[in-house]
């Protein structure tokens, strides 16, 4: 039986290395001026560099994305790109896929950089066999399929493409974040805050919270405020994606990939995210149920709410996030930190909350969850004893741990 791999974000080389570790087979990264995610998410050339010596040194797979739809002053970013794509080429670096939606951005890429493979960004909403068969003779390797596609969809496509001997790989999301747009094509962000979401600098407007008013045709300018709560409503805001429970189901309709959205996310997620989802897809493959403990882990992540997406059909008012659903708040775990350095059963660790004497952390190995309580820790900056370390000083902590733990575990905290 062959499994779907399973493809995680990486925002930065840290994230990268994170997920790798946790269990993802490959990861997905932006190219700095033609990505849908611009800021605080796309690498530098050393960086990518950097990532594709990581990814080969550890047998996993490196796609970037240049997904963006280009106007034509972003063409000249473009040309600057492709020269990157060969000067690393000629260093033996060449990534395993290029995410593309524009079709000017992917003729130009084929022409200039045939040996590598291109794949069909979700970006460009592929929703049928047909297209798929379009994208594929024009020598595509693997199409990202729109978030609008349900499971039944996904099976008649396949059947579809086999029966004609087309072959390209097919992938699709299964967990992170959706869109209220179509396929993520939407003219919010740049209309309320001129940051335009195709071009990878979005707002994420859809998921602030609105004053909603009707006005009656014969008492123009009368408003009557249309209440959810005191705050508001967030009427566009959609709850997560999230298939987990449903891993049996995808193995099933014949899926190359299994995406998981979140370049903008923490390190922490990274790690939750690919650990959960390499576990639960090798249960599944075996005809097993998750266990409780991947159940916990997958409530860590602090989330929307989560829901199955058009996996099942279109969804209705359960897919909705509501301001008043609280399905976004994590109350039992919050990250503590990332182990950064380790001596025998001595451990620092770079505080992201804050922590004191007492606390009950959790250490997230790629395989399993050591609790550990938080007894007597020291500054690893001086080796002082200290009660108390808040995140935003910078804090680097340095205690004792009795298990073996390696650089770059995440861990958390119970609240």
Not at 10 to 30: N, S, V
Not at 364 to 384: M, S
Request: glycine residues 8%; contains cysteine.
């Amino acid at each position: 039986m062959k499994l779907p791999e399973i493809l995680a974000p990486a925002g930065d080389l840290e994230k990268l290395k994170t997920a790798y570790m946790y269990g993802a087979d490959a990861c997905y990264m932006g190219m700095k001026s033609v990505s849908m995610r611009v800021k605080g998410s796309t690498m530098d050339i050393d960086e990518v560099e950097a990532a594709l010596k990581i990814a080969k040194k550890m047998g996993k797979k490196l796609y970037l994305t240049m997904n963006i739809y280009a106007h034509e002053n972003k063409m000249n970013f473009l040309e600057k790109e492709i020269e990157r794509l060969k000067e690393m080429k000629k260093k033996d670096l060449v990534p395993d896929g290029l995410l593309i939606s524009d079709p000017g951005i992917l003729m130009e890429v084929k022409e200039a950089c045939p040996w590598i493979d291109i794949h069909i960004s979700t970006q460009a909403n592929t929703l049928n066999a047909s297209a798929c068969e379009f994208w594929a003779k024009l020598g595509v390797k693997r199409v990202v399929l729109g978030r609008e596609v349900s499971l039944r969809e996904v099976k008649q496509i396949r059947e579809k493409l086999k029966a004609k001997g087309i072959e390209v790989e097919l992938e699709a999301f299964v967990h992170g974040a959706m869109c209220m747009a179509y396929s993520g094509r939407c003219l919010l962000s740049n209309f309320m805050t001129s940051r335009d979401a195709n071009e990878g600098m979005c707002a994420h407007s859809c998921r602030w919270n609105y004053k909603m008013y009707l006005e009656e045709e014969k008492r123009p300018g009368e408003f009557i405020p249309v209440y959810e709560d005191e705050a508001g409503t967030s009427i566009m805001s959609t709850k997560d994606m999230c298939m987990l429970e449903h891993l049996d189901d995808i193995i099933d309709c014949g899926l190359d990939s299994a995406k998981i959205e979140g370049r903008h996310k923490t390190v922490f997620y990274a790690a939750i995210a690919s650990r959960i989802y390499r576990q639960a897809m090798d249960l599944a493959a075996k005809g097993k149920k998750l266990t409780p403990e991947l159940l916990d882990l997958m409530e860590t992540i602090n989330t929307r709410g989560y829901s199955t997406g058009f996996w099942y059909g279109k969804p209705g008012a359960e897919g909705q996030k509501y301001t008043g659903d609280r399905g976004d708040y994590n109350e039992k775990y919050c990250f503590a930190g990332v182990i950064r350095k380790v001596d025998g059963k001595t451990v620092d660790m770079e505080v992201r909350n804050t922590l004191k004497q007492g606390d009950k952390l959790d250490i997230i190995t790629p395989k399993e969850t050591i609790p550990v309580k938080l007894g007597e820790f020291r500054n690893a900056a001086n080796d002082e004893i200290i009660e108390e370390a808040h995140a935003g000083q910078g804090f680097t902590i340095r205690f004792e741990v009795s298990e073996e733990v390696k650089e770059g575990y995440v861990l958390r905290k119970r609240l």
